[in-house]
């Protein structure tokens, strides 16, 4: 089963949930990047400002063939209960992806993971198998470890053997 797992991430929690499934499903990872949002107070304000307008930004996608995957897996933080721009540009551009796709999202604790699906839904209307949410700030290192491999389980993707 050929797998990818393509984030975006601001300030590295994503990426660092984003690494974590790669290892895990043995897939292959990459990032979508956006120059707006910086990681200074200003680019933390227009991430917020932006998300709230639905702004839709410039988006750097490294040149794929997602109909060589059976599985992709698209992660974004939350931002002002949706997924993080760049990732709602990411689905406002994308065709279909690979045969199956799942979303992934990071969040501080206080956004249901409905809206964040919902909303990617809304810019692109294929089936979406799966979606999970991490709460970073209170979920505890096992219980997030917990609920990935929960969320791996659900896929069907058999890790590769010698994974822990
Ligand atoms: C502009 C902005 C808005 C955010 N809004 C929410 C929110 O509505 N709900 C939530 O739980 N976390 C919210 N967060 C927190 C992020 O989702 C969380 O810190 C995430 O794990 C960051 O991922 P990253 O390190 O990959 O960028 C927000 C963060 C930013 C920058």
Redesign the pocket.
């Known amino acids: 089963m050929k797998t990818l797992v393509i ?11 984003a690494e974590e499934l790669a290892h895990r499903l043995d897939a292959v990872l990459t990032e979508i990047t956006s120059p707006r ?1 910086r990681l200074n107070p200003f680019g ?2 227009r ?2 400002f932006d ?1 709230v307008r639905g702004k839709l930004p410039p988006i750097v996608v490294p040149e794929l063939d997602f109909a060589l995957y059976d599985l992709v897996l698209v ?8 997924p ?1 721009l760049p990732v709602r540009s990411f689905f406002a551009e994308a065709g279909t992806l690979g045969r199956e796709t799942a979303l992934f ?7 249901p993971v409905q809206a964040a699906v919902d909303e990617v839904r809304r810019l692109w209307p294929h089936t979406i198998k799966d979606a999970i949410s ?4 209170e979920e505890s290192e096992v219980a997030r470890a917990n609920a990935l491999l929960d969320f791996t389980v659900r896929l069907g993707v058999e890790p590769p053997a010698g994974t822990d």
Do not use: D
């Open positions: 984030y975006y991430s601001r300030t590295g929690a994503t990426r660092g949930v949002f933390y304000l991430a917020g998300s992660g974004a933080p939350i931002w002002t209960s949706y993080a999202f990071t969040c501080e604790g206080h956004s991490i709460n970073m700030k």
